[in-house]
């Protein structure tokens, strides 16, 4: 496959070769978890892959409880399908234990971890914010590490987040609640790692054994991999070396077209991606910025070409675009227009809207 056609073929699974007309838990289960560390991007992240969608439509879906917000893949905080997150959260539990382990070096060797996980799920059966509870275990553990023992409790225990009638559908600081009470079940054991594996490559493939790694948080993958035999095929990367990819996977024409589309910081088709697919390697210090953020990016015939961002005061919205080259008029007048639309979801109560490039 050259780049382009790899390009193609993400694209094509990532909705973002065209808005689909597709029921809103069904596009979630699709990409199996969006990226959520703030409440607004999950928003923007759908609106430019679904026809017709509105904020009412994410708000009412974890309000009805068949989507959450809780801790998932590389311990950030994701949106996914209530039945996703009971059956795949539990598989991810290795990760977080050793990505908190990592953090918490020695300072995690001096808890009593076993005790601490049990005082903190007997508490979050109800909601609580995250201050609260560390307040809770200095008052059960006298003495403790009360940072270190709130980091162990927030990767340890699969808690989900209670949303409100804010905007986004969840205040800036939500508070937490056992993923058992919310939805009225416990998470699942993990029984295998293929079934994850094959809804990855669904929605993030061609990859390769280090790419699946990188997006779950999960090491070791190659056996799972190797395990799931005539249900996986091989194609040639760009670089010639072997992509799994699933047999009847869109795999589209290089020549495709490609619409404008803006993605929101974060978006999980970005995030953890090594490869040149969608960001060229000379944009990445645009894209790949310090302290872990991700840019929102505007993909124009599919790749990233600008960043952007949204201001507003009670009156004009406008949407400042940093383009990372300059654009012919043809794609300079879809940008205006796609923005714009953008503006109106985003900024509904504005008067007036302005979209503004600068290279």
């Not at 978890?33 to 969608?53: D, H, I, K, N, V």
């Not at 939805?183 to 990855?200: I, Q, S």
């Not at 697919?277 to 302290?291: C, S």
């Not at 124009?300 to 012919?328: C, H, N």
């Amino acid at each position: 496959m050259t780049l382009r056609e790899l390009n193609r073929a993400t694209l094509a699974r990532q909705m973002l070769l065209a808005r689909e007309k597709r029921p809103l838990v069904k596009a979630i289960e699709r990409l199996l978890g969006l990226q959520a560390q703030l409440p607004r991007p999950p928003f923007t992240g759908l609106w430019s892959r679904l026809e017709a969608f509105t904020r009412a439509d994410l708000a009412t879906a974890v309000n009805t409880r068949t989507v959450v917000r809780g801790t998932s893949m590389r311990g950030t905080i994701h949106l996914m399908t209530a039945a996703d997150f009971l059956k795949f959260r539990g598989c991810l539990q290795p990760s977080l234990d050793l990505g908190m382990r990592t953090i918490l070096g020695e300072r995690a060797e001096t808890l009593d971890l076993p005790a601490l996980l049990a005082v903190a799920r007997t508490y979050f059966r109800q909601p609580h914010h995250f201050e609260d509870v560390r307040d809770h275990l200095i008052s059960k553990f006298s003495g403790g590490d009360e940072r270190a023992m709130g980091y162990v409790v927030r990767m340890g225990l699969p808690l989900v987040q209670v949303p409100s009638a804010d905007a986004w559908a969840y205040p800036a600081q939500a508070d937490f609640v056992s993923a058992a009470t919310w939805l009225g079940k416990p998470v699942a054991a993990c029984g295998a790692l293929g079934p994850l594996v094959l809804r990855y490559l669904a929605a993030y493939g061609p990859a390769t054994v280090r790419d699946a790694q990188a997006w779950t948080g999960l090491s070791n993958l190659e056996a799972t991999f190797a395990g799931l035999g005539d249900r996986l095929v091989t194609v040639p990367g760009p670089n010639g070396k072997p992509l799994f990819d699933l047999p009847g996977a869109p795999r589209p024409d290089a020549d495709t077209p490609a619409p404008v589309r803006f993605l929101p910081e974060w978006d999980s088709v970005i995030v953890t991606r090594a490869d040149e697919r969608i960001v060229a390697k000379a944009d990445r210090p645009r894209v790949f910025l310090p302290g872990l953020r991700v840019a929102a990016l505007v993909l124009v015939d599919g790749m990233a070409a600008a960043t952007w961002k949204v201001s507003a005061t009670s009156r004009k919205a406008t949407l400042q675009i940093e383009s990372f080259k300059t654009w012919p008029v043809a794609v300079r007048r879809e940008v205006l227009a796609e923005g714009e639309s953008l503006l109106r979801f985003v900024e509904p109560q504005a008067k007036t809207f302005d979209v503004e490039v600068t290279t």
